[in-house]
């Protein structure tokens, strides 16, 4: 070649890393500097993007650039953050972060994006909310990693500023940015500005921006209307991927769908050349299982050709908890420990199952077994947010400075709720206690609290907002409803398996979650 080889190298190590032929890359950097040629600004950022997602460590790569002297070199310093940043190094990206010079929307979106796709959902808002103070305008990339965070961290309110500042931008018109709103309205429980944004959007060839809003219905109680919208989807010739094939199943699992959720299954592969996935086979265990089905869901298992994982164990383990299939969920629990032998869910189901059974003498064993193999059961808690600040509660948690007024609350909710034909349904309560002892203890569930601070901090003609990490419990969801209709208010509770939209004594989930 007539150009000097350095830069024929850098040309090629480029080119093979915007290919995503990652390993041909590396390959090339080595040899380069075998050959006795130095990396430079212009070497060193396609090698970092290689590296990082190959999964390889990028300290080599970063010893190189110190030697090179290139540590303040924007742009090499910008493709450090980022390598770091993808391979959830965020302790290291920071310290890069922290020591340039100067930093540009590249250097912050690095970060920003590299927390948000690792889940770190609080700390990427803060690096967002650092980035507005600093006076640096987000680009597409910033604005969809913020909202992707905020549907993460259920943060509705900086959601809202965050597409105020995308429209002030000129932003809202990347496909992008649009997806990222569908998804983070439909992920706080904000549907109608979900389908409203989803009706602005000029572009929607993207199975993405379909599949938003067909999980957000689904997760919303409204499995019906997802099959609508895939139907229209599949008419505005948008090809379904993977990912909506799930949105579809979870849609008729929760709606009840069972001849359809067959239908969308065979269809996946007969029409569209898509093989299911263990997670596929778990919304179909889930939808058979809440149908009474257990032997059909335990046959589609036994027929399966996918390489199971322990979540489809987990669907039919709470299948058989519903049904109270005790034979069957402890050979599903057991399946669940041959994968993941740590996995703390099957000890709380089947205790869950054996408590509702009256069987305190498994719940005990289950619960020493669990306590010997240092497994611990993640607690459950719940948030509700009131003049910007996310307020949260555990189980008889009386840590809040209102506290008292909280369980007065609670008190005040039980009352009105029996006067409406409200009984508790101890079977709910995992303690071995008396009828009294149970009901209180469900009384003083998380999401009861939180409720009740809501009824106290939340204006009126507010809806009131409560999450919750676990799956929200039957004599709960039944009282809260109940406690919607006494107030006259709007209660969305969000738990670790949908929404419920509760209101005049209803719930948006049909009792089917």
Not at 2 to 25: D, K, M, Q, T
Not at 59 to 88: E, W
Not at 153 to 177: C, K, M, N
Not at 238 to 248: A, E, K, N, Q, S
């Amino acid at each position: 070649m007539v150009v000097p080889a350095g830069v024929a190298y850098n040309a090629a190590i480029s080119r093979c890393s915007r290919a995503g032929l990652h390993p041909r890359a590396l390959a090339l950097l080595h040899e380069m500097r075998a050959r006795g040629h130095h990396a430079d600004e212009y070497t060193l950022p396609p090698a970092l993007n290689s590296a990082a997602l190959l999964r390889l460590p990028a300290d080599a790569l970063h010893c190189l650039l110190l030697r090179a002297g290139l540590a303040a070199h924007l742009h090499v310093a910008n493709a450090l953050v980022d390598a770091y940043a993808k391979l959830s190094r965020h302790g290291a990206a920071r310290a890069v972060f922290d020591e340039m010079p100067r930093r540009d929307v590249v250097t912050w979106t690095s970060l920003l994006t590299g927390l948000a796709r690792s889940r770190s959902h609080d700390p990427a808002l803060r690096v967002y909310r650092d980035m507005v103070a600093a006076g640096v305008g987000p680009d597409e990339f910033a604005v969809a990693a913020a909202l992707s965070s905020c549907a993460g961290a259920t943060a509705l309110e900086l959601g809202r500023s965050v597409h105020a500042a995308a429209i002030r931008l000129a932003l809202d018109p990347f496909l992008s940015v649009g997806n990222s709103l569908v998804s983070m309205y439909a992920k706080t429980g904000s549907l109608g500005e979900a389908k409203r944004v989803f009706d602005a959007m000029r572009v929607r060839c993207d199975p993405i921006t379909w599949t938003a809003l067909i999980v957000g219905y689904a997760q919303n109680g409204r499995g019906r209307e997802s099959l609508e919208i895939y139907a229209e989807m599949v008419r505005s010739g948008c090809r379904p991927d993977y990912v909506t094939f799930i949105g579809l199943l979870f849609a008729c699992s929760h709606a009840g769908l069972v001849d359809a959720g067959r239908a969308h299954f065979r269809s996946m592969q007969a029409d569209h050349g898509i093989a299911p996935g263990p997670d596929h086979y778990a919304c179909m265990v889930d939808l058979l299982g809440r149908a009474g089905r257990l032997d059909e869901a335990m046959d589609l298992l036994n027929r399966s050709t996918t390489r199971l994982d322990a979540t489809v164990w987990k669907a039919l383990l709470a299948a058989c908890r519903t049904h109270r299939n005790a034979e069957l969920a402890e050979h599903a629990a057991g399946m669940v420990w041959r994968l993941d032998p740590t996995d703390a869910v099957p000890y709380v189901m089947l205790s869950n199952l054996y408590s509702r059974a009256g069987r305190w003498g498994d719940v005990a064993r289950v619960r020493t077994s669990m306590k010997a193999r240092g497994i611990t059961k993640e607690p459950g808690c719940s948030w509700v947010a009131a003049n910007g600040v996310t307020h949260l509660f555990y189980v008889e948690d009386r840590g809040h400075p209102r506290a008292a007024e909280i369980y007065r609350k609670v008190e005040e909710m039980t009352e009105r709720i029996r006067g409406q034909g409200y009984v508790a349904d101890t079977a709910w309560a995992l303690q071995d206690e008396g009828p009294e002892g149970r009901e209180k203890g469900l009384a003083h569930h998380s999401e009861r609290l939180a409720v009740a601070f809501g009824l106290l901090a939340v204006p009126a003609g507010a809806p009131i907002r409560v999450f919750k990490n676990l799956r929200v419990c039957g004599d709960c969801h039944a009282a809260i409803k109940m406690v919607a209709q006494a107030y006259g208010r709007q209660i969305v509770l969000r738990d670790a398996n949908c929404f419920h939209h509760m209101k005049d004594g209803a719930c948006s989930c049909g009792d089917y979650w």
